[in-house]
């Protein structure tokens, strides 16, 4: 019998064409839920650093209606300590935070050491098509209900930038001259 998480690999498998990712555990701080883990591909697509996770989607949150979240981070960056940063939030915040589009979040410090940024907000992930992202059905045999798993993309940015989103909306961020896949820009805003 093919598992949950084997079904979310298998998707994974498709849409990098078969490329080996670097598989990183976060161990568990919730009672009953197993780890998170950070699925890395190097140069993926070309000169990214995109990073995945499994595992946020095993909690549940009120706001989580059409499926629960997963994350994908794509950086033009070689460090994989964004990958580490994105799993970390996954963990920590799995069950409190509903990860939706708009949504920020200060990670409290700067997220690598050669980047000022110090927050993420959620939109849709820069590397996937929408039929790739949205809709996974990871259900398997025996499941009760549906179980689908949709990929929300996570974005470093800069304080003034999650403020500014926090006050006017992602959509007004979002329309301002910036590279979302920078992480040593200046601020947009």
């Known amino acids: 019998m093919v598992s949950r998480a084997e079904r979310y690999l298998a998707h994974l498998d498709r849409l990098s064409g078969g490329r080996e990712p670097h598989f990183f555990p976060v161990e568990s701080t919730k009672q009953g839920l197993q780890g998170v883990t950070e699925i890395v591909y190097g140069d993926l697509p070309d000169g990214l650093l995109t990073a995945l996770t499994y595992g946020l989607s095993l909690a549940e949150h009120p706001d989580w209606q059409h499926g629960s979240p997963e994350l994908c981070l794509s950086v033009n960056s070689s460090n994989v300590v964004w990958a580490h940063a994105v799993g970390f939030l996954a963990e920590q915040l799995r069950g409190a935070c509903p990860f939706s589009y708009g949504s920020t979040i200060d990670f409290g410090e700067r997220i690598v050491r050669e980047s000022e940024m110090t927050a993420f907000c959620v939109f849709a992930p820069l590397a996937l098509g929408r039929d790739d992202y949205l809709g996974i059905d990871v ?42 896949t920078d992480v040593l820009r200046c601020p947009a805003i």
Request: no cysteine; proline share 5%.
């Open 139 to 180: 259900g398997v045999s025996g499941h009760e209900g549906h179980d689908v798993i949709n990929i929300q993309g996570m974005y470093p940015i800069h304080e003034v930038e999650r403020q500014f989103i926090n006050e006017h909306g992602l959509e007004a961020f979002w329309k301002s001259d910036w590279d979302p």
